[in-house]
């Protein structure tokens, strides 16, 4: 398993016995010129011995190093993309040779995977070989309706200091800039702008607080919008 940064799946992934390597050689990718990126790689890919496996699966529009990587050491790979967005707004944070590649990845992984035919959608141009493909994400609904049947909705309130009448508006998922978590937090000051009687009883519940700078930008522009009795991060 390879990874760019350490993170909460790493104790997960060595309980599991499955080696994890982090490599900070690319942590400066979005800087990278191709003449110094393909040198790492290609040290990476001897480092773990690519060769030995059947597949290289990356996860996510910015795991397009590992596309890449794959097609140097000629193995199949499969790419997984979440991400709702423009290859042009994703792509303009690299040098221009990079985003060539970021577009090449398209055509050189065996498969790229979307969660949702909306998404795949957005892309659709770059499937040149019919190789685009939709596997729908799934969640355990048998946990759900076990919280559920454990947990009562009022208790829930009360532990969270919501009062029955108020109206919880909710977004969901990690806090990262890509799902827009401060794009929620203006909708909801424009909301109060837009009907302050019905706002005073509206509560924003932003769930999947994740620790780093994009959390502390939210916390910066809730406090500016002047809505912290309104919204609170989980």
């Given at each position: 398993f390879l990874s760019l940064q350490d993170g909460p799946l790493k104790a997960r992934l060595e309980d599991l016995?499955?080696?994890?390597?982090?490599?900070?050689?690319?942590?400066?990718?979005?800087?990278?010129?191709?003449?110094?990126?393909?040198?790492?790689?290609?040290r990476l890919g001897k480092e773990v011995n690519i060769k030995q496996f059947d597949l290289v699966i990356g996860n996510t529009l910015q795991s397009f190093w590992g596309i890449y990587l794959a097609h140097i050491f000629n193995v199949p790979s499969l790419w997984y993309i979440h991400e709702s967005t423009s290859l042009e707004l994703f792509s303009q944070a690299f040098k221009p040779c990079i985003q060539s590649i970021i577009r090449n990845c398209f055509v050189t992984a065996a498969r790229t995977v979307f969660v949702a035919d909306a998404t795949r959608q957005l892309f659709h141009q770059l499937d040149r070989e019919d190789r685009f493909r939709v596997i729908y994400g799934g969640i355990n609904l048998q946990e759900i309706e076990k919280f559920r049947q454990n947990h009562n909705r009022d208790e829930l309130r009360a532990k969270y200091g919501l009062l029955d009448d108020q109206i919880v508006i909710s977004i969901l998922g990690?806090?990262?800039?890509?799902?827009?978590?401060?794009?929620?937090?203006?909708?909801?000051?424009?909301l109060a702008s837009l009907d302050p009687e019905i706002f005073a009883k509206v509560r924003g519940l932003v769930v999947g607080g994740r620790k780093g700078k994009y959390l502390d930008f939210l916390n910066d522009k809730i406090t500016s919008l002047s809505l912290e009795n309104q919204v609170q991060i989980y």
């Open positions: 016995k499955i080696p994890v390597i982090i490599t900070s050689e690319l942590a400066n990718i979005y800087e990278q010129e191709v003449v110094a990126l393909e040198p790492i790689l290609k990690t806090t990262c800039e890509r799902k827009g978590q401060h794009i929620f937090v203006q909708a909801l000051k424009h």
